[in-house]
């Protein structure tokens, strides 16, 4: 069974670097898309990119100046790192898997609460 | 980017209806549709995927269906733990987009 769990600071100060780590068991993370998606309290899922197991990225515009995903196969984690944050960015930010880019997130992480306040 | 709409936003309902939830895409997506659960403080959960492709392990009373831009997820008897947020995905395109969520809640 794949596992992926989400760590990182639950606090940051505006205008500084949100980052976080998504660690997997139970499967390779040199295979499949690993993904960052968020959700601001009470709203919808925003997805924020992927990385492929070649360490290709791919963003969602609305964020792509902001954001770096980067894959750590040693470890067998990805991380997200977000710039310049402001209080719009306070979400419950989650890690999925899919296996291809053109499939469903099959595998999702718990989620970790990330506060933006000073 | 392909926009999601979902509809309705809320509905309530009883143990034993029939719910059907609209998500309605603003250019094909030739089925790259999945439907997802989410209940408070959890991870959503792929119920569907292909548009009508039920994930193993989910319960025969979810259906989907849907062609093009229109698709439809059905629960055809509810139970009390359906009562929950949907969320559609479209994965037709590499930016992913979800739909705004139809919450579902106890009459």
């Given amino acids: 069974q794949v596992q992926l769990q989400e760590s990182g600071p639950g606090l940051v100060k505006p205008s500084e670097t949100l980052s976080l780590t998504c660690a997997v068991s139970g499967a390779s993370i040199s295979y499949s898309y690993w993904s960052w998606i968020r959700q601001p309290p009470g709203k919808g899922l925003e997805w924020i990119g992927h990385i492929s197991y070649s360490g290709s990225t791919n963003y ?18 990805f991380s997200l790192k977000l710039s310049s944050v402001t209080a719009a960015d306070t979400a419950v930010y989650y890690c999925a898997r899919a296996p291809h880019p053109t499939v469903n997130f099959d595998f999702w992480g718990q989620g970790t609460l990330v506060t933006v306040s000073s | 980017d392909i926009q999601m709409t979902q509809s ?40 569907l995927f292909a548009a009508s492709r039920l994930e193993s392990g989910v319960p025969s009373r979810f259906s989907g269906s849907g062609s093009g831009t229109d698709y439809t997820l059905t629960v055809s008897s509810l139970q009390p733990e359906d009562f929950a947020t949907y969320y559609c995905q479209q994965y037709y395109s590499a930016l992913y987009t979800f739909g705004q969520g139809t919450k579902l809640e106890l009459k």
Avoid: E, F
């Fill in chain 1, 60 to 77: 969602n515009p609305s964020l792509k100046s902001r954001v770096t995903i980067s894959v750590d196969t040693s470890k067998n984690q």
């Fill in chain 2, 8 to 47: 309705p936003s809320s509905l309530s309902a009883s143990v034993g209806d029939r719910v059907t939830i609209t998500c309605r895409a603003s250019q094909g997506i030739s089925n790259s549709l999945a439907w997802y659960q989410q209940k408070p403080g959890k991870a959503p959960k792929v119920l």
